[in-house]
């Protein structure tokens, strides 16, 4: 099973700041790999695919980028609806899609 | 618009049984695979069982193989889970997603609670 390893496991950042999250994997999954946003009492939903894709309807602040084993999300000017868990996710291996244990984006 | 819609979650004691359903609405529900993911209290996210699109292939995660399983109607859109032998370990919020062509999980219903305690 592919492990999926993120860091930090909290990370405060001030609104209107630059937010970078890491994902790390066990083994390569190329550039398969997802990034999620869970806000409180809500289903995760797509960001982020292909490991820079952004998803519909997302804005241009959101980006990804990495391939292989080391990825990364970047949130450029926080807004305060950003505030939430991130999750990166690896589809390389049907159909045990694994996820990372989230990073949590808190007001600083 | 994509829409699942999840059902059948409640409390149950341990040992005991219960069906989720999830109705799906808004795409060719028979074109694509789609999974059951579950979200523990306070807790992340975990891969529990997914199926083929025509219901041919069907995997689990080792956790819950045995006493799971997923099944589809594609004739009614809608997505099963048979859950047996309940654990405590098993509560959790069951997330039924959609997978995309090659973009993970795409779409994500809104969760049906599973309690499972004497």
């Known amino acids: 099973e592919i492990v999926m390893t993120q860091s930090p496991a909290t990370l405060s950042v001030s609104p209107g700041e630059r937010a970078t999250l890491s994902c790390r994997a066990s083994?390569?999954?190329?550039?398969?790999l997802a990034w999620y946003q869970q806000k409180p009492g809500q289903a995760p939903s797509l960001l982020i695919y292909?490991?820079?894709t952004r998803a519909t309807g997302i804005p241009a602040r959101f980006s990804g980028s990495g391939s292989g084993t080391e990825f990364t999300l970047t949130i450029s000017s926080l807004q305060s609806g950003d505030f939430a868990v991130y999750y990166c996710?690896?589809?390389?291996?049907?159909?045990?899609?694994?996820f990372g244990q989230g990073t949590k984006l808190e007001i600083k | 618009e994509v829409q699942l819609l999840e059902s059948g979650g409640g409390l149950v004691q341990p040992g005991g049984s219960l069906r989720l359903s999830c109705a799906a609405s808004?795409?060719?529900?028979?074109?694509?695979?789609m999974s059951w993911v579950r979200q523990a209290p306070g807790k992340g996210l975990e891969w529990v069982s997914a199926i083929s699109g025509s219901g041919d292939d069907t995997n689990y995660a080792d956790s819950v193989k045995g006493r799971f399983t997923i099944s589809r109607d594609n004739s009614k859109n809608t997505l099963f889970l048979q859950m047996n032998s309940l654990r405590a370990e098993d509560t959790a919020l069951y997330y039924c997603v959609k997978v995309g062509g090659n973009s993970g999980y795409d779409y994500w219903g809104q969760g049906s609670l599973v309690t499972v305690s004497s």
């Open positions: 996710q690896q589809y390389n291996h049907w159909p045990r899609y694994t």
């Open positions: 292909g490991a820079s």
């Open positions: 083994q390569s999954v190329t550039r398969n």
């Open positions: 808004g795409f060719t529900f028979s074109n694509f695979a």
